[in-house]
């Protein structure tokens, strides 16, 4: 009786705590994707589906005739290499999943989701999963969002990635850059083994912080790190922990879940001072308002509503995720690709050598970018632009998942006229397998040759089989940010270091120690350097190298 007397006296209290409950309940039963299989019977699949495990009898097969830590990317494309390339594959993982995937290994049908169309004016929308990754990206950023709050956003943040805008700010890039040389010299001089992605990373990070919201993140010196940087980065470690096969409503009390809550909205908070003071500065005409991305977002708005807030504080947290580790990955394997193709290397030394003199320092290419003409420098750079491409052909790092509405009638068209009807399915471009398709980069497509890109073949290389960044209306905003801080660091470190693999992809030697090389003009390596999937797809071993200094430097001393 006295139960029932509290509950009658605290009715409006249950009601009330019960309505965050039926939230998560509606969330999960949206996310739970009762499709009937039937309707997609004659889509290309790998195999007959199992009937109660779906494709994961294939899943496991294909994953166990590798090392099992290799890259979903390197298992789709063995699979497709034995299937003879199909457009598209569709995959059933339920029921470890709730969704069924069509992985799109075409670019003439990728092209069909990611370009705007009279059904979808920007593209085919965004996975909802994509929510699930909020605490790193930003609920209402400019990665997650869409529709018309996307358009508004995208329209505020676009000026500042512009190229004429970018190159205004290569002195801080240089400055970043500059740091990160100091410890490849620390490195050099010690000798050691080391992980790549550590240095690498926090490049990237810092020049993220100084270019998108003004803040020095200090990354790359240990007992500095800025707030920002400590608490996104616990996130991220909070996060990983995150235990994904439990429901969600049993998570959200625990401890790990708490963390990940408390430290959401320190960076929140942080995040939100900043820009409120940038935006003060900006209403008073304060000469020292910052020219960062977010800045110039703010040009023209005079009331920072708690929308604009939230908006611009997720953005920012997006640039953190979009942007660090792809631009790392991007780095790593060009010197891997650098450090295996001698030619590759001579031809990016000799245009270094004609755009910036003969003087290897670092020190001298970064007095020339610092002057008036480094558009003009920068944009002489071909072959290193060609390097930069051809690496992100080979090792694209992401991609995107894309969500068909149920009942909304989308239709992929595949390149023999077959209609798909795709409603409720993920549709996934798989920018690793497009890349090496035979028909268009034919027998060398599993080599690095930035030359493809440069002489005639060029122009028969469709623009869409070429998609690191995805393409249409919602492409990476960051590329050019990317392209310009790699051209960079390549500018002044080529000449100055050698990188040399260490463990798996390490160079095969001679009996006098010297590297050998195949038919085809690469060096021999012991053993193959394989991805894994950790948010992004990453090189299992951090990219382990040695560094030296490069022997032409060394002469000059
Ligand atoms: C080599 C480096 C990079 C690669 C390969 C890359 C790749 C991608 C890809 C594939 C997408 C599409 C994701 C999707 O559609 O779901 C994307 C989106 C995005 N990237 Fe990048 N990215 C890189 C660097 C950066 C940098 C440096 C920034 C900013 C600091 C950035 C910011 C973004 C943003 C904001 C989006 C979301 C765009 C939208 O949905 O409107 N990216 N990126």
């Known amino acids: ?43 290309p699949q790998p195999e007959q589906p199992d009937k109660s495990r779906g494709h994961w009898p294939w899943i496991e097969k294909s994953a166990s005739a590798g090392d099992p830590r290799r890259s979903f990317d390197i298992i789709l494309y063995e699979q497709a290499q034995k299937l003879g390339f199909p457009p598209v594959l569709l995959v059933d993982w339920r029921p470890m999943e709730s969704f069924v995937i069509l992985f799109i290994l075409n670019n003439s049908v990728a092209e069909q989701v990611t370009k705007p169309s009279k059904q979808y004016s920007t593209s085919v929308p965004k996975h909802p999963a994509m929510q699930d990754l909020a605490p790193l990206v930003g609920s209402r950023s400019l990665v997650t969002l869409d529709g018309e709050e996307w358009k508004g956003l995208r329209k505020r943040i676009l000026p500042g990635f512009q190229p004429q805008h970018l190159l205004s700010l290569v002195k801080v890039i240089m400055d970043k850059s500059q740091l990160f040389i100091e410890h490849l010299e620390a490195k050099a001089a010690a000798g050691e083994e080391f992980r790549v992605d550590e240095l690498t990373t926090n490049l990237a990070f810092d020049v993220i912080g100084i270019v998108t919201f003004n803040m020095d993140l200090n990354a790359q010196v240990p007992g500095k790190q800025s707030p920002v940087l400590l608490t996104y980065r616990a996130l991220q470690q909070a996060y990983v922990k995150r235990d994904v096969a439990k429901h969600w409503l049993r998570r959200y009390y625990t401890e790990n879940e708490r963390r990940i809550r408390a430290l959401d909205k320190k960076l929140d908070n942080i995040l939100k001072d900043t820009i409120r003071k940038e935006h003060a500065k900006l209403m008073k005409d304060d000469a020292t308002a910052s020219r960062s991305v977010a800045a110039l977002s703010l040009h023209g708005i005079d009331k920072l509503t708690p929308d604009i807030l939230q908006q611009t504080s997720d953005t920012c947290r997006g640039f953190l995720f979009a942007g660090h580790d792809t631009t790392s990955l991007l780095m790593q394997w060009t010197f891997y690709e650098l450090g295996r193709r001698p030619s590759s290397m001579k031809a990016l030394k000799d245009e270094l050598d004609d755009v910036f003199g003969p003087d290897p320092d670092p020190s001298s290419v970064m007095a020339q970018l610092s002057g008036p003409r480094n558009g003009e420098l920068m944009g002489r750079l071909t072959y290193t632009d060609a390097i930069i491409k051809e690496t992100l052909r080979l090792h694209p790092p992401g991609g995107t998942a894309r969500l068909a509405p149920a009942g909304s009638g989308t239709t992929l068209v595949l390149p023999d006229g077959k209609r798909l009807v795709v409603d409720g399915l993920v549709l996934s471009p798989m920018a690793y397998v497009i890349q090496r398709d035979p028909k268009i980069f034919g027998e060398t497509r599993d080599d690095f040759v930035p030359e493809r890109w440069l002489g005639p073949e060029a122009a028969s290389i469709p623009e869409s089989a ?29 000449r100055r270091f050698d990188f040399i693999k260490v463990g798996l992809g390490e160079l095969d030697a001679d009996e006098e120690g010297k590297p050998i090389l195949d038919e085809k003009g690469y060096y021999k390596t012991k053993s193959t350097i394989f991805t894994t999937d950790q948010v992004t797809a990453k090189p299992v071993d951090g990219m382990t190298m040695k560094v030296r200094i490069s022997d032409k430097t060394k002469s000059l001393e």
């Not at 006295?2 to 996310?31: C, E, M």
């Not at 998609?467 to 002044?492: H, I, K, W």
């Open 466 to 494: 070429w998609r690191p960044y995805e393409r249409g209306p919602r492409r990476c905003t960051g590329s050019e940010l990317a392209n310009m801080e790699v051209r960079v660091v390549l500018a002044c470190i080529a």
């Open 1 to 43: 009786m006295a139960i029932i007397d509290h509950l009658l006296a605290h009715w409006k209290t249950f009601v009330l705590a019960a309505i965050p409950l039926i939230g998560l309940y509606l969330f999960q039963a949206f996310r739970s994707n009762d499709i009937n299989f039937d309707q997609y019977a004659d889509f």
